[in-house]
Nanobody, 123 residues
Framework: QAQLVESGGGLVQASGSLRLSCVTS????????MAWFRQAPGKEREFVGG???????KYSASVEGRFTVSRDNAKNTLFLQMNNLGPDDTAVYYC?????????????????WGQGTQVTVST
């Protein structure tokens, strides 16, 4: 059973940057797609960005050009570099691990989830 633990969240001023990490234990991430989702208060969980079994990535339109997803299979870790943050980026951020190498953007495509890390962007 995989366990995913996110870290790196916190309070940041608008236009600032944060780097989130997600360490997986109990299962290798090599060969599997992973992604970041977020959920703001009163809103549904939404896809932010993800990476397939290799280096192929996808992003939501709202973060394209500002956020970068990467992975280090040797460390079983997924990263999310977030730049030029704005108040609309405030949310709990979750990492997710798929049972497939293909990257999908729907939450139901991912079998394993972390508990989330809070990101708050102040004006």
């Amino acid at each position: 059973q995989a366990q995913l633990v996110e870290s790196g969240g916190g309070l940041v001023q608008a236009s600032g940057s944060l780097r989130l990490s997600c360490v997986t234990s109990g299962r290798t991430i090599s060969g599997y797609a992973m992604a970041w989702f977020r959920q703001a208060p009163g809103k549904e969980r939404e896809f932010v960005g993800g990476i397939n079994w290799s280096v192929g990535t996808k992003y939501s339109a709202s973060v394209e050009g500002r956020f970068t997803v990467s992975r280090d299979n040797a460390k079983n870790t997924l990263f999310l570099q977030m730049n030029n943050l704005g108040p609309d980026d405030t949310a709990v951020y979750y990492c997710a691990l798929s049972s497939s190498g293909l990257l999908e953007t729907t939450a139901t495509s991912f079998a394993y989830w972390g508990q989330g890390t809070q990101v708050t962007v102040s004006t």
